[in-house]
């Protein structure tokens, strides 16, 4: 810088002056302190406060965030009891209609089963009494033809009281071949 | 080498502090109230970094978007900056300092632009700065601590607990170099960014000189000195935007590292 204005003063030109300039003295001072009292009040200020805004949104949004959180674990861990509950309820449930369910098969088979050997009963007695009315009726018509037959035999007519007493011996005698 | 001399003196001269009207005269004395070279950069920085901010102050919202988000964190910066060295209560020097950091930055950057000149390329405007940065922080000292408290502060509590002989032999010693300190801040801080700014343009000068000297000679000798003029002036223009940079942080954090121990004084 030296050598510059030593060839600056030679060459006859403007020398650099390393002393402030009143020229640039003024303006510099009016310039800063115009624009540190604008920037203040219409930059900084606002960007100053929206930036404290900004950290404070964001720090009450994490706190809710953590709130929020916090409570929906709550919920989880009370839905999961609920469910659980819920789960042994149905559990409960289920198994006392499968009990109920094989009581009630069990009555219906054994109901059933009655029903059935009721009608087997039935059926063998009215077989029973089929066969003895068969039988009955057998007897009868054995006994006329007998009493047919021996009249035609004997040729003779018997009284009705010897007719009887004579029917019933071979009645007798029938029915004890019967029941062998 | 013919010429280069006058190349350099016409160099040193544009980079003179002149009249606007009259860059090209041989003025030695600026009238005080005319616009000189400097001056009218500086306006333009003025109305740049005014028009970017309040322009960016009208983005700044709560969800970040666009230039506001420069200003923010440009802001931001300077404010951590600010809580870094002066303490908590450093936040309220923001403003001030950002008005500093930011004018000067943007002073910087126009010098970056060919033909243009840095405002802070001139002595006048940064030791003006340099000179009220020196008022305010002492002014806080006073204010904070006390005129007492504050001239005590000068001398470090090791030696003011000393016994008489130490305290009124070495105390005076120390409180003049402590003061003359304080007296040599604003001087290097004026110094400082001047000369950056100032041999800045000098330096891409002399290579752009040197590459158009190269390209009047021929042959090998020419080529070569217009290729390292050239590679020279890429490498000198990224160190001076580097340097735009680095000397208005260099002056925002000096500031704030002064107004710091003013704010702190009594502390040690």
Request: hydrophobic letters at 50%.
């Amino acid at each position: 810088m030296f050598v510059g204005v030593a060839y600056a003063a030679e060459e006859g030109g403007s020398s650099i002056s390393v002393v402030p300039v009143l020229a640039d003295i003024w303006p510099s001072i009016l310039a800063f302190l115009l624009l540190f009292f604008l920037l203040r009040k219409f930059a900084f200020g606002p960007i100053s406060s929206t930036l404290d805004k900004r950290a404070a949104t964001i720090k009450e949004s994490l706190e809710k965030a953590e709130q929020t959180k916090v409570e929906a674990e709550r919920m989880l861990e009370e839905y999961k009891q609920q469910m659980a509950e819920a789960r042994g309820e149905a559990g409960k449930v289920i198994e006392q209609g499968r009990k109920v369910a094989e009581s009630m098969k069990a009555e219906i088979v054994a109901q059933a089963n009655k029903d059935a050997e009721a009608i087997v009963a039935k059926a063998h007695e009215a077989m029973e009494a089929e066969k003895k009315a068969a039988i009955g009726e057998l007897q009868a018509s054995v006994a006329d033809l007998s009493v047919a037959v021996a009249g035609k035999l004997i040729g003779e007519k018997l009284s009705t009281a010897d007719h009887a007493s004579l029917i019933e011996k071979y009645v007798a005698e029938v029915g004890s071949l019967n029941d062998n | 080498m013919d010429g280069f001399a006058e190349k350099l003196a016409s160099k040193l001269h544009h980079y003179s502090v002149l009249p606007f009207s009259d860059v090209n005269g041989t003025v030695d004395a600026v009238d005080p109230f005319v616009l000189t070279n400097y001056t009218f950069f500086l306006i333009i920085a003025f109305v740049i970094t005014l028009a970017f901010f309040l322009v960016a102050a009208r983005r700044v919202s709560i969800v970040p978007q666009g230039i506001g988000q420069v200003a923010e964190a440009g802001y931001e910066f300077i404010r951590n900056l600010c809580v870094d060295n002066m303490g908590k209560d450093g936040a309220k020097y923001a403003p001030f300092i950002g008005t500093l950091f930011f004018f000067i930055l943007f002073n910087n950057v126009i010098g970056l632009v060919p033909g243009a000149l840095p405002g802070t390329g001139s002595i006048g405007v940064t030791a003006t700065w340099a000179l009220m940065v020196f008022i305010v922080y002492n002014a806080i000292g006073f204010k904070k601590n006390g005129v007492i408290g504050y001239l005590k502060s000068f001398v470090p509590s090791g030696v003011r607990e000393m016994g008489p002989g130490g305290r009124f032999t070495l105390g005076p010693f120390i409180f003049v170099l402590e003061l003359v300190g304080h007296f040599l801040r604003p001087l290097t801080l004026a110094v400082r960014l001047y000369a950056n700014m100032f041999a800045g343009g000098i330096i891409l000068g002399i290579f752009g000189i040197f590459m158009i000297l190269g390209a009047q000679q021929l042959g090998a000798l020419g080529i070569t000195m217009t290729g390292f003029g050239f590679m020279m002036l890429v490498i000198m223009y990224g160190f001076k935007v580097f340097v735009a940079f680095i000397q208005a942080y260099v002056f925002a954090i000096l500031t704030s590292v002064y107004i710091g121990g003013a704010l702190h004084a009594s502390e040690h």
